[in-house]
């Protein structure tokens, strides 16, 4: 049963509307009465703690008892966190100029504290570049994040404004991608999002991998494209799913660059584990986060790690042909936890 205060907020916050779009989506895809469906989700909210976009895009009209019991919902998330990582310690993570201090070993790019720097540092370090990166320093998806072309700021003293008018934290080179990962979509940053958790005992292991990357114009590859990465072999293991996973939408191939997906081969993906299973020893009271590997072209590096992660990623029907989802695995490293 999901957490009850948390679950009443929750149906404080409903949106109908939006409800009722997810019921119409089962409905055409399914053949089941809306009324059936309704009550299957109001179920499916206090058995698993699942809201209409979970039962939506996992597919749980489709699902056994069984097979639901596997999956991380959106309130089975939130207790996740809750149970594996100390408040009083994420903070290393979501502050970005606190993230780079501590895991500084695992970042080639360079980079810059503005509240820490003088403004003919800054000068200097944008001196001789095409582009740099401006981020707020507790930023999430990309919020607050811009990718600035130099040549478009020809003045340093405007550019200079710009950052402390838009309380921007952080100056960052911008990551010189290996050309297999910049294949999949030229122009933006195309990272792998390893996911790790420490056991009861402190010990790190992996649980699952994706590669996300970038869509039409935009720079970065927050909810663009994602699909799961064999962490032995580095191979895509099936189509992308569309980053708005509401939508269902699967891609055998990049809509823009034509890349066939499936069984494209990534460059330095058992490196890019390796990193991360390291680093998730340096703050042991954080078991469980999502970390955003860039992959340049001497290897991996870190551009940020997330202490509160997408729960739909790997658990979506066309990255699950058996039909189970990853609580499992957080079961089987953290045994204290439940449902």
Not at 304 to 320: I, K, M, R, S
């Amino acid at each position: 049963m999901p957490d009850m205060k948390y679950f009443l907020k929750r149906v404080g916050n409903i949106s109908f509307d939006k409800m009722g779009g997810a019921i119409d989506f089962v409905h055409k895809k399914t053949g089941k009465s809306k009324a059936a469906i309704f009550a299957d989700m109001v179920y499916c909210t206090l058995k698993y703690g699942a809201g209409y976009y979970d039962y939506q895009i996992f597919g749980f009209a489709e699902l056994t008892a069984a097979q639901r019991e596997t999956f991380v919902t959106r309130l089975v998330s939130k207790k996740l966190n809750e149970f594996l990582n100390d408040d009083a310690y994420t903070h290393l993570f979501d502050n970005k100029d606190e993230f780079n201090k501590l895991f500084a070993r695992y970042i080639r790019r360079g980079w810059l504290v503005v509240g820490e720097s003088t403004k003919e540092q800054m000068r200097a370090f944008t001196q001789g570049k095409d582009e740099v990166f401006i981020k707020i320093l507790d930023g999430e998806c990309s919020h607050g994040c811009e990718r600035i072309h130099l040549k478009d700021w020809p003045d340093f003293d405007k550019l200079y404004d710009h950052i402390l008018a838009g309380n921007f934290g952080l100056l960052e080179d911008v990551v010189d991608q290996h050309p297999d990962v910049e294949r999949l979509h030229p122009g933006s940053v195309n990272c792998l999002r390893v996911i790790t958790l420490l056991d009861d005992d402190g010990e790190p292991h992996f649980l699952y991998a994706v590669q996300k990357m970038g869509m039409g114009d935009s720079f970065v590859d927050c909810n663009c494209l994602f699909a799961p990465v064999d962490p032995e072999t580095g191979k895509i293991k099936y189509p992308a799913h569309s980053g708005n996973t509401p939508l269902g939408l699967v891609y055998t191939e990049h809509p823009d660059t034509h890349v066939t997906l499936a069984g494209y081969q990534l460059p330095f993906v058992p490196e890019s584990v390796r990193m991360c299973l390291e680093a998730a020893k340096v703050v042991p009271q954080v078991r469980y986060v999502g970390w955003d590997v860039a992959i340049s072209r001497d290897g991996p590096e870190f551009i940020e790690g997330n202490t509160y992660c997408a729960h739909d990623f790997w658990q979506l029907p066309p990255h699950t042909p058996d039909k189970t989802g990853v609580l499992p695995l957080f079961q089987k490293y953290a045994k204290g936890f439940k449902r």
